[in-house]
T-cell receptor, first 116, second 113 residues
Framework: DTEVTQTPKHLVMGMTNKKSLKCEQH?????MYWYKQKAKKPPELMFVYSYEKLSINESVPSRFSPECPNSSLLNLHLHALQPEDSALYLC???????????????FGPGTRLTVL | AQKVTQAQTEISVVEKEDVTLDCVYETRDTTYYLFWYKQPPSGELVFLIRRNSFDEQNEISGRYSWNFQKSTSSFNFTITASQVVDSAVYFC??????????FGSGTQLTVLP
Protein backbone atom coordinates (compact mmCIF):
# COMPACT_ATOMS: atom_id res chain seq x y z
CA ASP A 1 0.00 0.00 0.00
CA THR A 2 1.77 3.16 -1.23
CA GLU A 3 -1.03 5.54 -0.53
CA VAL A 4 -1.68 8.50 1.70
CA THR A 5 -5.37 9.13 2.26
CA GLN A 6 -7.00 12.34 3.43
CA THR A 7 -10.51 13.11 4.57
CA PRO A 8 -12.61 15.01 3.84
CA LYS A 9 -11.88 15.92 0.23
CA HIS A 10 -13.77 19.17 0.55
CA LEU A 11 -14.69 21.19 3.63
CA VAL A 12 -16.65 24.40 3.98
CA MET A 13 -16.67 25.98 7.41
CA GLY A 14 -17.60 29.21 9.08
CA MET A 15 -15.17 31.28 11.07
CA THR A 16 -16.61 30.08 14.38
CA ASN A 17 -16.62 26.38 13.53
CA LYS A 18 -14.30 23.68 14.80
CA LYS A 19 -13.34 20.99 12.33
CA SER A 20 -10.58 18.44 11.80
CA LEU A 21 -8.67 17.18 8.79
CA LYS A 22 -7.46 13.60 8.83
CA CYS A 23 -4.54 11.89 7.15
CA GLU A 24 -3.57 8.23 7.16
CA GLN A 25 -0.71 6.18 5.75
CA HIS A 26 0.14 2.50 6.05
CA UNK A 27 3.60 2.53 4.52
CA UNK A 28 5.38 2.38 7.87
CA UNK A 29 6.66 5.91 7.39
CA UNK A 30 7.81 7.66 10.55
CA UNK A 31 7.76 11.24 9.29
CA MET A 32 4.50 13.03 8.47
CA TYR A 33 3.87 16.53 7.21
CA TRP A 34 1.15 19.13 6.78
CA TYR A 35 1.39 21.60 3.91
CA LYS A 36 -0.83 24.48 2.87
CA GLN A 37 -1.16 25.34 -0.81
CA LYS A 38 -2.84 28.43 -2.19
CA ALA A 39 -3.94 28.56 -5.82
CA LYS A 40 -1.09 28.78 -8.34
CA LYS A 41 1.51 28.60 -5.56
CA PRO A 42 3.80 25.83 -4.35
CA PRO A 43 3.03 23.97 -1.13
CA GLU A 44 4.16 25.66 2.07
CA LEU A 45 5.29 23.55 4.99
CA MET A 46 3.26 23.93 8.18
CA PHE A 47 4.21 21.09 10.53
CA VAL A 48 6.50 18.08 10.63
CA TYR A 49 6.10 15.06 12.90
CA SER A 50 8.97 12.66 13.38
CA TYR A 51 8.30 9.44 15.25
CA GLU A 52 4.98 10.87 16.41
CA LYS A 53 6.56 13.94 17.97
CA LEU A 54 6.18 17.44 16.61
CA SER A 55 9.61 18.41 15.30
CA ILE A 56 8.86 21.48 13.21
CA ASN A 57 6.21 24.19 13.47
CA GLU A 58 6.75 26.80 10.78
CA SER A 59 5.30 29.62 12.89
CA VAL A 60 1.77 28.53 12.13
CA PRO A 61 -1.05 30.43 13.92
CA SER A 62 -2.51 28.62 16.91
CA ARG A 63 -5.89 28.31 15.20
CA PHE A 64 -4.24 25.33 13.48
CA SER A 65 -3.48 22.51 15.91
CA PRO A 66 -1.78 19.32 14.71
CA GLU A 67 -2.02 15.96 16.39
CA CYS A 68 -0.35 12.62 15.72
CA PRO A 69 -2.29 9.92 17.62
CA ASN A 70 -0.10 7.11 16.26
CA SER A 71 2.44 6.42 13.56
CA SER A 72 -0.21 6.03 10.87
CA LEU A 73 -2.48 8.96 11.63
CA LEU A 74 -2.11 12.70 11.47
CA ASN A 75 -4.83 15.21 12.27
CA LEU A 76 -5.11 18.93 11.83
CA HIS A 77 -7.62 20.59 14.13
CA LEU A 78 -9.08 23.86 12.91
CA HIS A 79 -10.71 26.53 15.04
CA ALA A 80 -11.68 30.14 14.42
CA LEU A 81 -10.20 30.20 10.95
CA GLN A 82 -10.13 33.23 8.69
CA PRO A 83 -11.22 33.43 5.04
CA GLU A 84 -7.56 33.75 4.03
CA ASP A 85 -7.00 30.26 5.42
CA SER A 86 -8.96 28.86 2.49
CA ALA A 87 -6.54 26.61 0.60
CA LEU A 88 -5.65 23.05 -0.31
CA TYR A 89 -4.22 21.26 2.71
CA LEU A 90 -1.85 18.46 1.83
CA CYS A 91 -0.57 15.70 4.03
CA UNK A 92 2.62 13.81 3.21
CA UNK A 93 4.74 11.05 4.68
CA UNK A 94 8.28 9.78 4.24
CA UNK A 95 10.52 7.05 5.60
CA UNK A 96 12.90 7.54 8.44
CA UNK A 97 13.63 10.52 10.55
CA UNK A 98 12.48 13.88 9.24
CA UNK A 99 15.96 15.22 9.85
CA UNK A 100 17.61 12.93 7.36
CA UNK A 101 15.43 14.15 4.49
CA UNK A 102 16.91 11.75 1.99
CA UNK A 103 13.62 10.08 1.23
CA UNK A 104 10.91 11.23 -1.06
CA UNK A 105 7.65 12.42 0.43
CA UNK A 106 4.41 10.82 -0.67
CA PHE A 107 1.45 13.14 -0.75
CA GLY A 108 -2.23 12.61 -0.20
CA PRO A 109 -4.91 14.10 -2.49
CA GLY A 110 -5.49 17.01 -0.14
CA THR A 111 -8.48 18.63 1.52
CA ARG A 112 -9.84 21.68 -0.24
CA LEU A 113 -10.89 24.02 2.56
CA THR A 114 -13.15 27.02 2.18
CA VAL A 115 -13.67 29.36 5.11
CA LEU A 116 -16.70 31.60 4.86
CA ALA B 1 19.38 29.09 2.64
CA GLN B 2 18.23 27.19 -0.37
CA LYS B 3 16.25 28.22 -3.40
CA VAL B 4 14.66 26.60 -6.44
CA THR B 5 13.87 28.59 -9.57
CA GLN B 6 11.51 27.43 -12.28
CA ALA B 7 11.58 30.31 -14.70
CA GLN B 8 8.93 28.89 -17.01
CA THR B 9 5.56 29.75 -15.52
CA GLU B 10 3.48 28.22 -18.31
CA ILE B 11 4.30 26.09 -21.33
CA SER B 12 1.93 24.94 -24.07
CA VAL B 13 2.84 22.27 -26.58
CA VAL B 14 0.98 20.20 -29.09
CA GLU B 15 0.66 16.50 -28.47
CA LYS B 16 3.70 14.43 -29.51
CA GLU B 17 6.08 17.36 -29.16
CA ASP B 18 9.02 17.07 -26.78
CA VAL B 19 9.15 19.55 -23.92
CA THR B 20 11.81 20.42 -21.35
CA LEU B 21 11.03 21.91 -17.97
CA ASP B 22 13.88 23.86 -16.44
CA CYS B 23 14.95 23.84 -12.81
CA VAL B 24 17.83 25.79 -11.29
CA TYR B 25 18.70 25.46 -7.63
CA GLU B 26 20.86 27.20 -5.05
CA THR B 27 22.24 25.63 -1.92
CA ARG B 28 25.32 25.84 0.26
CA ASP B 29 24.98 22.26 1.42
CA THR B 30 27.32 19.70 -0.07
CA THR B 31 24.79 16.91 0.39
CA TYR B 32 21.36 17.61 -0.97
CA TYR B 33 18.47 15.94 -2.77
CA LEU B 34 16.49 17.06 -5.78
CA PHE B 35 12.96 16.01 -6.65
CA TRP B 36 10.35 16.43 -9.32
CA TYR B 37 6.64 16.23 -8.54
CA LYS B 38 3.61 16.34 -10.83
CA GLN B 39 0.36 17.93 -9.68
CA PRO B 40 -2.60 17.22 -11.96
CA PRO B 41 -5.83 19.22 -11.60
CA SER B 42 -7.04 16.71 -8.99
CA GLY B 43 -4.51 18.22 -6.58
CA GLU B 44 -2.38 15.31 -5.45
CA LEU B 45 1.37 15.73 -5.80
CA VAL B 46 2.81 12.69 -7.52
CA PHE B 47 6.45 11.86 -6.88
CA LEU B 48 8.42 11.40 -10.11
CA ILE B 49 12.11 11.22 -9.21
CA ARG B 50 14.72 11.85 -6.54
CA ARG B 51 18.37 12.63 -7.26
CA ASN B 52 21.18 12.75 -4.70
CA SER B 53 23.84 15.43 -5.04
CA PHE B 54 26.59 12.85 -5.43
CA ASP B 55 24.84 11.04 -8.28
CA GLU B 56 24.98 12.99 -11.51
CA GLN B 57 23.82 10.17 -13.70
CA ASN B 58 20.98 11.13 -15.95
CA GLU B 59 17.90 8.99 -15.84
CA ILE B 60 15.29 7.85 -18.30
CA SER B 61 11.97 6.36 -17.36
CA GLY B 62 9.73 5.72 -20.33
CA ARG B 63 8.96 9.07 -21.93
CA TYR B 64 10.51 10.95 -19.01
CA SER B 65 14.17 11.87 -18.68
CA TRP B 66 16.12 13.99 -16.27
CA ASN B 67 19.39 15.87 -16.79
CA PHE B 68 21.26 16.73 -13.58
CA GLN B 69 24.25 19.05 -13.96
CA LYS B 70 26.00 20.22 -10.81
CA SER B 71 28.22 22.58 -12.80
CA THR B 72 25.20 24.68 -13.73
CA SER B 73 23.06 23.78 -10.67
CA SER B 74 20.33 22.52 -12.92
CA PHE B 75 18.01 19.54 -12.84
CA ASN B 76 15.94 19.67 -16.01
CA PHE B 77 13.06 17.39 -16.92
CA THR B 78 12.18 16.35 -20.46
CA ILE B 79 8.98 14.71 -21.62
CA THR B 80 9.32 13.02 -24.99
CA ALA B 81 6.30 12.68 -27.27
CA SER B 82 4.04 14.54 -24.86
CA GLN B 83 0.47 13.44 -24.28
CA VAL B 84 -2.63 15.26 -23.10
CA VAL B 85 -2.43 13.34 -19.80
CA ASP B 86 0.90 15.04 -19.13
CA SER B 87 -0.94 18.32 -18.60
CA ALA B 88 -0.27 19.33 -15.01
CA VAL B 89 1.79 21.62 -12.81
CA TYR B 90 5.30 20.30 -12.34
CA PHE B 91 7.33 21.22 -9.27
CA CYS B 92 11.04 20.89 -8.79
CA UNK B 93 12.10 20.68 -5.14
CA UNK B 94 15.25 20.57 -3.03
CA UNK B 95 16.16 19.53 0.49
CA UNK B 96 19.18 18.49 2.53
CA UNK B 97 19.78 16.65 5.79
CA UNK B 98 19.40 19.93 7.67
CA UNK B 99 16.67 21.61 5.65
CA UNK B 100 13.09 20.87 4.76
CA UNK B 101 11.76 20.58 1.25
CA UNK B 102 11.81 23.80 -0.76
CA PHE B 103 9.64 23.88 -3.86
CA GLY B 104 10.06 25.94 -6.97
CA SER B 105 7.13 28.03 -8.10
CA GLY B 106 6.02 25.35 -10.54
CA THR B 107 5.54 25.15 -14.30
CA GLN B 108 2.05 24.72 -15.73
CA LEU B 109 2.32 22.40 -18.71
CA THR B 110 -0.58 22.24 -21.13
CA VAL B 111 -0.50 19.61 -23.86
CA LEU B 112 -2.98 20.35 -26.61
CA PRO B 113 -4.54 17.57 -28.68
Amino acid sequence: DTEVTQTPKHLVMGMTNKKSLKCEQHMGHRAMYWYKQKAKKPPELMFVYSYEKLSINESVPSRFSPECPNSSLLNLHLHALQPEDSALYLCASSQGKAGTNNNEQFFGPGTRLTVL
Amino acid sequence: AQKVTQAQTEISVVEKEDVTLDCVYETRDTTYYLFWYKQPPSGELVFLIRRNSFDEQNEISGRYSWNFQKSTSSFNFTITASQVVDSAVYFCALNSPARQLTFGSGTQLTVLP
